[in-house]
């Protein structure tokens, strides 16, 4: 019977390639067909027995689909191990997360029962939005960080004089964190939102008295990317050099590339917890070894 096995699921097949690796673990692929209502049929085509299963799959768009094939490949999973690992670097609905209105529902909360219920025993996630909706996963979940990743990705960037910034103060201690592996400054911007209409509106910080040119803006996710263009906006006020940023989830949905670029950002730095043209850090390392210590 082999150690481990990793599925590689539709979402996330390169970066399954990558944690088998270092597991030295089988692969397996999936097959996947869409059906003309949009149901997915996914197979895997070969049962192997193992100690552990791993499936690999994140769930951006389209966050439904992916979610049930999730689901799905977990189920089968558990008839080749009673152990199952699923490892979901980007969760979707993990912003809804609060009744904020009243009458919303908290999706995520939904979502975490799932997974045991598909038969996952374990759970791995990267960057989840918050760290107090892992209360709502019935099962033992690891939330890893990519911070210290997208820092030395950085590191081996010249940068002018960099500054590290939080588009709201939700990251402000992972800026810090970000900040200090790079020997520079942080700051986080006071944003608010009307949960209403939805605008944005930021307060001003206490800027740091050393110069700075060059700004890397942190953040979990990027969707539409309507805070990071309000941060630029903030920003160009000062004297600017390039304007990065730094994302562990690259979502980018509804034309956000464009918008960033528009706004004047230079480049978008994520990791393949999405997989794209972003993806420069790699978060294969880091999952594999939580697992083999877990």
Not at 187 to 207: C, D, E, Y
Not at 244 to 252: I, K, M
Request: proline share 3%; net charge positive.
């Amino acid at each position: 019977m082999k150690k481990y096995v990793v599925i590689g699921g539709p979402s996330s097949e390169d970066l399954a390639q990558k944690i088998s690796k270092k597991l030295n673990a089988k692969f397996l692929k999936t097959e996947l067909k869409i059906f003309s209502d949009g149901e997915s049929k996914i197979t895997i085509k070969r049962m192997i027995k193992a100690q552990r299963v791993i499936v690999v799959q994140s769930t951006h768009m389209p966050v439904d689909r992916n979610f049930v094939q999730a689901f799905s490949l977990i189920y089968q999973a558990r008839k080749m191990s009673s152990e199952v690992y699923a490892v979901i670097p980007y969760v979707g609905y993990a912003k809804q997360d609060k009744e904020f209105l009243k009458g919303e529902i908290i999706t995520i909360a939904v979502i975490a029962k799932l997974f045991k219920a598909a038969g996952a025993t374990k759970l791995i996630v990267v960057d989840i939005h918050s760290d107090e909706e892992l209360n709502f996963f019935k099962i033992p979940t690891k939330n890893l960080s990519a911070v210290p990743l997208l820092a030395d990705y950085f590191q081996k960037i010249k940068l002018k004089n960099p500054l590290i910034v939080s588009p709201d103060l939700f990251w402000k201690k992972k800026a810090k964190e970000f900040a200090k592996i790079l020997n520079c400054n942080s700051i986080a911007l006071n944003k608010q939102r009307n949960r209403n209409t939805g605008k944005l509106v930021i307060k001003s910080p206490k800027f740091p008295k050393t110069n700075f040119q060059d700004i890397i803006l942190l953040d979990d996710m990027v969707s539409t990317g309507g805070s990071i263009v309000k941060a630029i906006e903030f920003l160009k006020k000062k004297n600017l050099g390039r304007i990065y940023v730094a994302c562990t989830h690259a979502v980018l949905a509804d034309n956000a590339e464009k918008r960033l670029k528009k706004a004047g950002v230079y480049k978008i730095i994520s990791t393949n917890s999405i997989s794209g043209k972003h993806a420069f850090v790699d978060l294969s390392r880091i999952i594999s070894k939580t697992i083999q210590e877990w």
